[in-house]
């Protein structure tokens, strides 16, 4: 299954799970800390307005994606294209 075939999103059965490895961090406190992965300007995204305390974080310089709960001050780096292919 390819993971951009948007038919198959529509379908939960047809969602397949696979193991991936994520790395997990301490979130930061301000708004303004740097990417854990290469220290550059970390760009704070809400998507959900209902949901304040979960973010998203994405790095302009490594082209990184954080998931951010500040409800329990943690940071998860999205896997890459590469990586979820190779899964």
């Known amino acids: ?25 301490t979130a930061p406190q301000s708004g303004r800390a740097p990417c854990p992965v290469c220290r550059g300007k970390l760009l704070i995204h809400q998507p959900d307005t209902t949901q304040p305390d979960r973010l ?18 943690q940071m998860l780096l999205l896997p890459d294209s590469p990586s979820l292919a190779c899964s």
């Open 56 to 73: 998203l974080g994405t790095c302009a310089e490594c082209k990184g994606w954080f998931l951010i709960d500040v409800d329990v001050s």
């Open 1 to 25: 299954m390819s993971f951009w075939n948007r038919s198959a999103w529509a379908d939960p059965d047809a969602l397949e799970c696979v193991p991936i490895a994520c790395h997990l961090t």
